[in-house]
T-cell receptor, first 119, second 113 residues
Framework: NAGVTQTPKFRILKIGQSMTLQCTQD?????MYWYRQDPGMGLKLIYY???????DKGEVPNGYNVSRSTTEDFPLRLELAAPSQTSVYFC??????????????????FGPGTRLTVL | GQQLNQSPQSMFIQEGEDVSMNCTSS?????WLWYKQDPGEGPVLLIA?????ELTSNGRLTAQFGITRKDSFLNISASIPSDVGIYFC?????????????FGKGTSLLVTP
């Protein structure tokens, strides 16, 4: 298993450009997530998906869009890049989102990240 | 998201020393997770805790899920240079009913030979 893979690893954008960050997982996980990590901070949730065709906003969704047409793929789209979107983006997946009593299905596995700079 | 307070912010220790870091929250969680992040990489899961009071070990690492469900600690014994990295705690579930991991800001660990 490759786990969670992300492309590209690095990207520089000009203000107003658009791009798609790709994320693929081969663990047959139904839940997938996009986080951003700013310097000296923990990760913040942008969007998540509980299965193909279903997505929902996280804590910081503005300026981003997602789609989930297959179980394996969860691309993140930036339509009009802004300097505030300079960050490292991590995709993650888990077998399910949460159980009331807690359990292994809560565990999220992360990709290697995409470092994005908007100038 | 909920704010997790992770401390210390950074640690600079000598090889062989023991390390302790902790995380506290004003809200309860059903699961506590500890991740390590190396430079340029994504977080890698170290230990997962699912029950209040649970004490779990993974090699030289030991973590506990606090009885109140609002805190957790991670200990590293006999540190080695490859322990260098940023350690994050994360809480899941509980009163916030969300699916996200709520992360602490991380503890940066430096180990000198």
């Amino acid at each position: 298993n490759a786990g969670v893979t992300q492309t590209p690893k690095f990207r520089i954008l000009k203000i107003g450009q658009s791009m798609t960050l790709q994320c693929t997982q081969d663990m047959n996980h139904n839940y997938m997530y996009w986080y951003r990590q700013d310097p000296g901070m923990g990760l913040k949730l942008i969007y998540y998906s509980v299965g193909a065709g279903i997505t929902d906003k996280g804590e910081v969704p503005n300026g981003y869009n997602v789609s989930r047409s297959t179980t394996e793929d969860f691309p993140l789209r930036l339509e009009l890049a802004a300097p505030s979107q300079t960050s490292v983006y991590f995709c993650a997946s888990s077998y399910s989102g949460r159980r009331a009593s807690g359990g292994p299905t809560d565990t999220q596995y992360f990709g290697p990240g995409t470092r994005l700079t908007v100038l | 998201g909920q704010q997790l307070n992770q401390s210390p912010q950074s640690m600079f220790i000598q090889e062989g020393e023991d390390v302790s870091m902790n995380c506290t929250s004003s809200s309860i969680f059903n699961t506590w997770l500890w991740y390590k992040q190396d430079p340029g990489e994504g977080p890698v899961l170290l230990i997962a805790l699912y029950k209040a009071g649970e004490l779990t070990s993974n090699g030289r690492l030991t973590a506990q899920f606090g009885i109140t469900r609002k805190d957790s600690f991670l200990n590293i014994s006999a540190s080695i240079p490859s322990d260098v990295g940023i350690y994050f705690c994360a809480g899941v579930g509980g009163s916030n009913s969300g699916y996200a991991l709520n992360f602490g800001k991380g503890t940066s660990l430096l180990v000198t030979p």
